[in-house]
């Protein structure tokens, strides 16, 4: 059995909101990690990260909920195993066979783009 764990923290602004799920796979088994309550991350990325219990967070993909585009160049190992995709309720982390090596706990936050316009 495979224990994935995800610690959801999105940021916008002053608001923090945390989520913890643990998710149980038998290996080659899919799974679908949620992100949700990401309404204020609209039009900005979702950054998905790996914690292992001896290890630094590794950055596995980022995600850009404008056009759903999922970047990967962080040189995690496993970058090709892992998908995303934008869901009713915010974004998900895939992963079609889940393997060992996989189990760790999984970190999702968001970047806000905010724009300041001033006149003088």
């Keep these: ?5 995800l610690h959801q923290t999105l940021v916008t602004m002053a608001t923090q909101l945390t989520q913890e799920v643990t998710l149980t796979r038998r ?5 679908s990690i ?8 609209a039009y ?19 995600f850009d ?4 585009e999922v970047y990967k ?17 915010g974004c998900e982390l895939k992963l079609n066979k889940v393997q060992q090596e996989h189990a760790a706990s999984y970190y999702c936050s968001c ?4 724009s300041h316009f001033a006149s003088f």
């Design 65 to 68: 909920t404008s056009n759903s």
């Design 44 to 62: 900005s990325w979702i950054y998905w990260y790996q914690k292992k219990d001896t290890e630094t967070f590794k950055a596995v993909l980022r």
């Design 27 to 31: 290996a080659g088994e899919s799974v």
């Design 111 to 114: 970047w806000v783009f905010i």
């Design 73 to 89: 160049g962080y040189g995690h190992p496993q970058q090709d195993e892992f998908s995303a995709e934008n869901n009713q309720n």
């Design 34 to 41: 949620s992100c949700g309550g990401t309404q204020p991350c």
């Design 1 to 5: 059995l495979v224990w994935l764990q």
